[in-house]
């Protein structure tokens, strides 16, 4: 079955980085496009960026030009390079994808697999 399994996740201050991971097993994951999302306590789960599996990718207005996503086919994992860290980034920080469509970007959707979530921190 298709898991998604995300780490990188941390505390830092405003103007810093964090990498986050997101190790994937039980699909073709060349094949699809893979998704970051976040939700912040009290608000709604929003898109971040995507990456088709052509390593296309798209990006959110608010993280365009701070954030860049990426992923490594033989290794089955994506990952999220986040910089200049403001502290509205603060949230948790899902892996995601679907199988079912090779469409990209992905949306959020109730379907979607999901991974667990890793907590991100930025403090001014």
């Known amino acids: 079955q298709v898991q998604l399994v995300e780490s990188g996740g941390g505390s830092v201050q405003a103007g810093g980085s964090l990498r986050l991971s997101c190790a994937a097993s039980?699909?073709?994951?060349?094949?699809?496009?893979m998704g970051w999302f976040r939700q912040a306590p009290g608000k709604e789960r929003d898109w971040v960026a995507s990456?088709?599996?052509?390593?296309?990718?798209y990006y959110a207005d608010s993280v365009k030009g701070r954030f860049t996503i990426s992923r490594d086919n033989a290794k089955n994992t994506v990952f999220l390079q986040m910089d200049s860290l403001k502290p509205e980034d603060t949230a948790v920080y899902y892996c995601?994808?679907?199988?079912?469509?090779?469409?990209?970007?992905?949306?959020?959707?109730?379907?979607?697999?999901w991974g667990q979530g890793t907590q991100v921190t930025v403090s001014s």
């Open positions: 039980g699909f073709s994951f060349s094949e699809y496009c």
């Open positions: 990456i088709s599996g052509g390593s296309i990718t």
């Open positions: 995601a994808t679907n199988t079912w469509s090779l469409a990209c970007p992905l949306a959020v959707r109730v379907d979607n697999f």
